[in-house]
């Protein structure tokens, strides 16, 4: 294993910021290896790419003889922001997510993710790892943009994932690294799992099975082991639901994130810690599966609360 | 001069956000209208000074109301929240306001403020958006219009500034209030007001008559007001970008406006620990500082200042 800097740059007072990747590739020279990127820690605040990257780095060094490919982990893109927990770029407050593909002669954050894009292009798949946010629970799930799901959806189904998102184009997420490196030639997938500012061991240890699924199918890694990769749900067979907050207040979940629910089950109550009252209580639109769960309570009028997969014959 | 409220959001903690519009009629019905968008963000103090101003000087000093006449729509403030804490975006979920147009009424609370606000604003002839740069810069002011297909830079230059900054459009701008204005029937324009924590007279005078001559200009008000510049449309390739090859602390011995010569000093970067000049900046061509970079300490090469080149 090889750790190289990607980007650095001194800091005004007596620091150099590092981005650094690590990569791990057979002991003896082979010709035309496959190449994986797993990237993680573009948000400050997500950590938990930096777990389920522990784990593959900890998995590579025990199995080094089975490494068939070229494996290179950036676990923590936003570095400045991982130790200062700061969801964007410090000091600009920008969204690094936001800000591909960047360039030599731009400000910092616009180098820091040129220099990322640069060193990823080439690579034949790349994985995106996010955390939600501070506000929100999600379950592991792969999200796709629509014009590039013909290669992208079969290397997600590998994942080991519960869930497979695929999503129109947006011209505003012509920013983001997938779609930047998708244009790019690389195949590109976003994983979002659990929640902001925390690490869910067992999420990190599914994705794990998943990367080394896929790495196994990919002939990146030679195993014999058989590596969980569960059925996916997919977003087209059924229909995502939104439950907004009608009001602000403390939101009280009334139910575990990844329940399955019926309809008109009662999700929580949005209350006022000053009076006692309930100021409104949240039932589900639709049955299904409660896949995302806010997590942070305190609510604004139309803070996201919670989003059920559940039958398209009852979109809201 | 009517008071309307343009959106209501409550807390669980705060007193209720109230969105208010100053809205003066106008006395011929066939005349352009113009809606004025102040501090979508916190920390944004010269729009805000400069909106609320406008509503002071149509207000009190258009000494015949008859004088105003088309419809102008004056909202000094969006984000009470992020300005009374100094914050920058909506302080709980730190979305960017000029990130969410057009807005979604079903959506998250910043996409729901933003459907409000623009359905108060749509319709008008004109839309004028008072804005700080997003980068750590300050500037004098300018129009920004992006290059859209939308803009018209004709009625950019009625403002008077030095110059009008002809923007190339990138996908993250799809979704700021310039870009949707345009796109559904109102001609918009970004004024760029110097990045300042403290009220600058100059440059804040120099904004608010900008804005006098615009609806003067444009017959939305009948106001005898001094021309301002013939304004210059500048793209990329009269820009030079001047980068600091080293960080420590940022010291600009030539201000914005300044005109510049070729290889004149016109910055300097200090070791930040042991005190010498370890860097001086030049300027790499003839041309006027139109924006240097406005905090103390100055990352590696960062922007220190872009010049308007001359010649």
Known sequence: MQITEIFSSQLPVGETLSIKRSRFEPTQKKENLKRISIVSGTHGDELEGQYVIYLLASWLNKNQSLINGIIDLYPAVNALGIDSITRGFP?????????FPGGKEEYL????????????????????????????REIPQIRINKEFSEFTLPHAK????DFIWIHDAVTVLEATFSHTLNQMGTRTLVVEMGVGMRLTKEYGVQLLNGILNLMKKEGIILSDEVFEAREPFLSEVGEVFYINAPTSGLFVPELNHCAVISKNEKIGTIVNPLDGAILETIYAPSGGILFTLREYPIVYEGSLLARI????DEKN | MKKIEILRINSLNRAPLIVEGYLFEGSNPDAPTVAVVGAMEGKTILPLYTASKLVDFLKNSMS????????ILVIPSINHYALNINERFWPLDKTNLNTMFPGYAEGETTQRIAKRLFDAISGYTHGIILENREDLSTCFPYVRLFQSGYEDIKNAKKFGYKIVHHKELRPTDTVSLQYNWQLWGTKAYSVMCPNETQIDMNSSNEVLEGIISFLNKNKIIKYKVLNGYESTVVTKEDIEIVKTPKSGIFIPTKQIGSHVIKDETIGKIIHAIEGEVIHRILAPSNGVIACHYKNGLIFENAVAFRIIKNG
């Open chain 1, 91 to 99: 000091l600009y407050e920008v969204d690094l997510n936001r800000a």
């Open chain 1, 309 to 312: 997969f559940g039958n398209n």
């Open chain 2, 64 to 71: 015949d109301s008859q004088n105003i006449l088309g419809n």
């Open chain 1, 109 to 136: 954050p616009g180098q820091v993710v040129y220099a990322l894009a640069q060193d990823v292009k080439g690579s034949d798949i790349a994985i995106d790892i996010h955390s939600s946010n501070i506000f929100l």
């Open chain 1, 158 to 161: 590998e994942l080991n994932c």
